[in-house]
């Protein structure tokens, strides 16, 4: 696998590193030995999936609240995604700030968002499947969010959402820091 930092403190975007042969390839895409040697220690407690059957769906913004706080490895399995994450750690440098990346099947490409990051995505294909890691186990009631188009945080979404649940779309705006 190949790590590279993002933008945000202790977040990363994930590669694969394929091993070709006449068959196709085989790649690692989760190796707890090398996630510990990155620094990252997020044992993988839950995995969940998430289909999106239409072009534009946002998800977002989410996160689990201390002490259920969550580190999360996304990947998308099936078509495109803009995989978005904030850093919502007071004590960060790099506090309420965002950072973005499309993940896809072709790509292959996971990101990593430690504890304390909120997470959306919109899809940017019909049919976008999404592969969550999680290392918390759900905990409904330390769940909370913040409006997608939050103007504090300003994310640069590629397209505006066609689909969008209710509880999504009625998220406030984070409150002043």
């Known amino acids: 696998m190949i790590f590279t930092p993002c933008t945000l403190a202790g977040a990363f975007i994930v590669d694969v590193d394929p091993r070709h042969d006449e068959r196709g390839f085989f790649a690692r895409s989760y190796c707890d030995e090398q996630f510990r040697a990155q620094g990252i220690e997020a044992p993988i407690r ?12 946002l998800r977002g913004m989410h996160y689990q609240a201390s002490p259920h ?3 999360k490895l996304v990947r998308c399995t099936a078509g495109a995604i803009f995989d978005v994450i904030v850093d919502m750690r007071p004590q960060s440098a790099t506090h309420r700030r965002w950072f973005g990346t499309e993940l896809s099947a072709r790509n292959r490409r996971a ?9 959306g995505f919109i899809s940017l294909s019909d049919g976008a499947e999404v592969f969550y890691m999680i ?4 905990a409904p009631q330390f769940s909370r969010g913040f ?3 939050d103007p504090a945080v300003a994310i640069e979404w590629p397209l505006r959402p066609a689909v969008i649940s209710a509880r999504d779309d ?3 705006p984070l409150p002043a820091p």
């Open 69 to 71: 706080a969550e580190d």
């Open 46 to 57: 839950e995995c969940s999936l998430s289909f999106n059957a239409r072009l534009g769906t």
């Open 111 to 119: 990101l990593f968002a430690p504890r304390g990051f909120a997470h």
């Open 135 to 138: 290392s918390a186990a759900h």
């Open 147 to 149: 409006k997608w188009n």
């Open 170 to 172: 009625g998220y406030p």
